[in-house]
Nanobody
Framework: VQLQASGGGLVQAGGSLRLSCAVS????????MGWFRQAPGKEREFVGG????????YYADSVKGRFAISRDNAKNTVDLQMNSLKPEDTAVYYC????????????????????WGQGTQVTVSS
């Protein structure tokens, strides 16, 4: 399974970006999908996730109300719409895939994920 994240870039505070994660090698309807981010000098942190069926979505408190995750199982893609961006959102963003058998409570932890994309840089200027 390979994951390819794209859509990052430089944006002013208050702006929007849409990240996309393309999955190949296997259909994503067998995976829970997540987005994480890592800023320089910080640990990788959970941003948001979506269940394999699309029926459940969950977000870090820091992005609730601003970010929205969606998936298109027919296209094998997962998107992260990021609105009202803040300088503290600056990081490398990673998409990841976890087996659909993983319990919901584990999915905010990087250790629950089996496959990772290469990351895409998001920089928000003040």
């Amino acid at each position: 399974v390979q994951l390819q994240a794209s859509g990052g870039g430089l944006v002013q505070a208050g702006g929007s970006l849409r990240l996309s994660c393309a999955v190949s090698g296997r259909t994503i309807n067998t995976y829970n999908m997540g987005w994480f981010r890592q800023a320089p000098g910080k640990e990788r942190e959970f941003v948001g996730g979506i269940r394999w069926s699309g029926s459940g979505k969950y977000y870090a408190d820091s992005v609730k109300g601003r970010f929205a995750i969606s998936r298109d199982n027919a296209k094998n893609t997962v998107d992260l719409q990021m609105n009202s961006l803040k300088p503290e959102d600056t990081a490398v963003y990673y998409c990841a895939a976890a087996s659909k058998t993983k319990i919901l409570s584990s999915l905010s932890s990087p250790g629950a994920y089996d496959y990772w994309g290469q990351g895409t840089q998001v920089t928000v200027s003040s």
